[in-house]
């Protein structure tokens, strides 16, 4: 997968891109990871790239022109799809993170002040994708957030499969908890199924408690999936909300 984020700020997403799993994945070759300076194309020897708002109002915000201008360039015609992280846009969730994997080369426009003139988006077809109900001071830890996300269900980036397909919202219920050495610690000890070497019991147990937390902390996330999960687990999820007074699951359709 090719991706290309363009930025005014390329110092914090290198050095982000040149550690853990996307920095092995890079080093490996299995993503082609190219950080670009939005200033390449200021329209001025100054290097400006962005003005102020038309309408009055504190803040800039990127001129058209040059964030539409450097991402033609880089893309040479080749077909991608724009990321443009912005409040506004639609919630970023593992189910997006899934469709993102499965295209050939994704672009994110990293935005700073008050974000980029609205021409851009619709000159350049962006998909607008917000990380949360919040905002940050610019684009590059949201393109972060989802690039990681995305490569993360990309063959090969991480070293075990089955470490995606454990990854909490995965399977519509949160990851259960994990313990290493040592075996008590500040008088809190690892639970003692986890030490009895029997494989079933252990899964048994990290499914309910997974049910568990789901109900407890995301029911609307459960809620969601309900019917991708196997009728087992249906069953064992509307017990567990009778026994912790959780409502809402739907019944099995007749």
């Known amino acids: 997968m090719r991706c290309d984020i363009l930025t005014l700020f390329p110092a914090p997403v290198e050095a982000y891109l040149a550690v853990g799993i996307l920095g092995k994945a890079i080093a490996a070759g299995i993503l082609d990871v190219r950080v670009h300076d ?14 102020e708002v038309y309408g009055g109002g504190p803040g800039m915000a990127i001129m058209a022109p040059v964030a539409v201008r450097a991402v033609e360039e880089v893309t040479a015609g080749e077909q991608a799809r724009v990321i443009l992280p912005d409040p506004r846009g639609r919630v970023f969730t593992q189910e997006v993170a899934k469709e993102l994997a499965g295209e050939r080369r994704l672009v994110f426009l990293c ?22 109900d919040y905002v940050v001071s610019g684009g590059e830890l949201p393109a972060l957030v989802i690039l990681d996300a995305v490569a993360r269900q990309v063959r090969g980036v991480v070293g075990d499969p089955d470490s995606v397909v454990q990854d909490s919202f995965t399977q519509g219920l949160l990851d259960f908890p994990v ?63 009778q026994e912790l007074g959780v409502s809402g699951l739907p019944e099995e359709p007749s």
């Open 179 to 241: 313990y290493t050495r040592p075996r008590e610690f500040r008088g809190l000890s690892v639970p003692e199924v986890l030490l009895s070497g029997d494989h079933q019991k252990v899964a048994d147990y990290r499914t309910e408690v997974s049910l568990r937390l789901t109900l407890l902390r995301r029911p609307e996330l459960l809620l969601r999936h309900f019917f991708e999960l196997p009728k087992e687990l249906r069953q064992k999820a509307r017990k567990l909300a």
């Open 111 to 132: 935005g700073r002040y008050e974000g980029f003139d609205a021409r851009v988006a619709e000159v350049l077809k962006a998909d607008e994708i917000s990380i949360g």
């Open 38 to 51: 939005l200033r390449r194309w200021a329209i001025n020897r100054y290097g400006q790239v962005d003005d």
